[in-house]
């Protein structure tokens, strides 16, 4: 099974630039779909963009579309979360997690079974 372990995060000013990083283990990254979720303080976890396994389905949430940007590199094993335009409300822990491909949809963020440990982003001048 792939284990996920993500990094990138720390301290950003508003409207400053981050970029994620999921390094995959353990398996073929290019058998999963890859998720970024996010949790702000006191929130729930919701998930904010999703790319499928061979990169050909992205989806984002309404209010990070046109300023954070996923990909991946399946040689490397990696998925990439790029994030400008940073705002205080991004601020939260960013967990990458993965469900294997081929399910009837791709990026179903409800089937997502594998999990990183999170890396904290903080929005803040």
């Known amino acids: 099974q792939v284990q996920l372990v993500e990094s990138g995060g720390g301290l950003v000013q508003p409207g400053g630039s981050l970029r994620l990083s999921c390094l995959a283990s353990g398996a073929t990254l290019s058998y999963y779909d890859v998720a970024w979720f996010r949790q702000a303080p006191g929130k729930e976890r919701e998930g904010i963009s999703c790319?499928?396994?061979?990169?050909?389905?992205?989806d984002y949430i309404d209010s990070v579309k046109g300023r954070f940007t996923i990909s991946r590199d399946n040689v490397k094993s990696e998925v990439y979360l790029q994030m400008i335009g940073m705002k205080p409300e991004d601020t939260g822990v960013y967990f990458c997690?993965?469900?294997?491909?081929?399910?009837?949809?791709?990026?179903?963020?409800?089937?997502?079974?594998?999990w990183g440990k999170g890396a904290l982003v903080a929005v803040s001048s």
């Open positions: 790319i499928s396994s061979v990169a050909d389905y992205t």
């Open positions: 997690a993965a469900h294997t491909r081929g399910l009837t949809t791709p990026c179903r963020y409800s089937a997502m079974n594998y």
